[in-house]
Structure formats: structure tokens, C-alpha cells
């Protein structure tokens, strides 16, 4: 389905991420997890849509991401923290997003000084 250079390339730059990042076709198919990712329980050949809840999915802005092949960004509560979720289209591979969100696993208000 995707050019395995752009797994590579993938894991080379986001493998060591500290918050999960996935590599995502249109259709929703994770196409490669990041260890973070992995750690929290995804898994390449699944898809996305199917992680928890429907609600967890109504701020999706992987279509607009991708109509638009701009960077798209929401800032969204998860339990007391803030997470901002990023949605990123490949330059040269319309139909892939890398998709991620800071603040998932590290709470960044709250890190010591």
C-alpha cells in the first residue's frame, strides 16, 4: 500500500518520540506505530477509527488535513490534561498523515522544574 521507504523514514524520525505517533492512510489503516504508540496499544494493519470510544473521534480533522495537505492541530481535555492532537500530510503522498498528539503520555503543565 505504501512505499517502504516512507516506513522507514517514518520510525527513523518519530521511533524514539516520547508521546505515540502513527502513520496513517486515508482509508484510516495504521500503516506504522512508533513505540510510544505501540506501548499504548497500536498496531500497524488496524485502524485508527476503531481505538476507543466514537466520541473519542469526533474532533477528527484528518479529512481536512488532507483536502487542504496542511498541518491541522486541535487542543482537547483528556481527564485533567491538555492534550494538542496534530494532523500531517506527507509532502508528495496525499493520502498519508502522520497523526499525534502532545501532551497524550506527558503531562506538561505539571513537569518538575
Not at 506501548?39 to 476507543?52: E, I, L, P
Not at 485533567?80 to 502532545?102: A, D, R, S
Request: net charge neutral; hydrophobic share 35%; glycine share 10%.
Amino acid at each position: 500500500m505504501v512505499d517502504s521507504k516512507v516506513v522507514e523514514a517514518f520510525h527513523l524520525m518519530w521511533g524514539n518520540f516520547p508521546e505515540p505517533v502513527m502513520l496513517v492512510h486515508k482509508s484510516r489503516e495504521i500503516l506504522a506505530v512508533n513505540e510510544a504508540c505501540s506501548n499504548f496499544g497500536g498496531v500497524a494493519g488496524t485502524k485508527c477509527s476503531d481505538k476507543g470510544s466514537p466520541e473519542q473521534h469526533k474532533g477528527c480533522l484528518a479529512n481536512k488535513a488532507l483536502a487542504t495537505q496542511k498541518t491541522t492541530y486541535s487542543k482537547n481535555k483528556s481527564g485533567e490534561k491538555e492534550v494538542i492532537g496534530y494532523w500531517m500530510p506527507l509532502t508528495g503522498y496525499p493520502e498519508i498523515f502522520v497523526h499525534f498528539g502532545i501532551g497524550t503520555t506527558i503531562d506538561y503543565n505539571n513537569l518538575p522544574q
